[in-house]
Nanobody
Framework: QVQLVESGGGLVQPGGSLRLSCAAS????????MGWYRQAPGKQREMVAS???????NYLDSVEGRFTIARGNAENTVDLQMNSLKFEDTAVYYC??????????????WGQGTLVTVSS
């Protein structure tokens, strides 16, 4: 089993910054991609940013230049630095990871979600 634990959500004013962190634990052989998705009320879940095992990032157009995804200092962690936050960034943010377990079975898991609210 592989689990994801997220941290770092909260309330921030427009133009402010927040940092989200996600840590994967369990029987992990290799993580092929980790990323962050978000879901605002009444909207579909969308990919915000992801990073491959090779370190290549991928961003939603509306966050490019404001958000930065990077592997954390600890193994199997990923951080999302969010700057210049806007009202429309308000959503529940979910960490996601895909990869291979030690028993050679693939995994595709989600975190429990962390709320980011941008409000004045």
């Amino acid at each position: 089993q592989v689990q994801l634990v997220e941290s770092g959500g909260g309330l921030v004013q427009p133009g402010g910054s927040l940092r989200l962190s996600c840590a994967a634990s369990g029987s992990i052989c290799r993580i092929s991609v980790m990323g962050w998705y978000r879901q605002a009320p009444g909207k579909q879940r969308e990919m915000v940013a992801s990073i491959s095992s090779g370190g290549k990032p991928n961003y939603l157009d509306s966050v490019e230049g404001r958000f930065t995804i990077a592997r954390g200092n600890a193994e199997n962690t990923v951080d999302l630095q969010m700057n210049s936050l806007k009202f429309e960034d308000t959503a529940v943010y979910y960490c996601h990871a895909e990869g291979l377990q030690r028993n050679l079975r693939r995994f595709d898991v989600w975190g429990q979600g962390t709320l980011v609210t941008v409000s004045s």
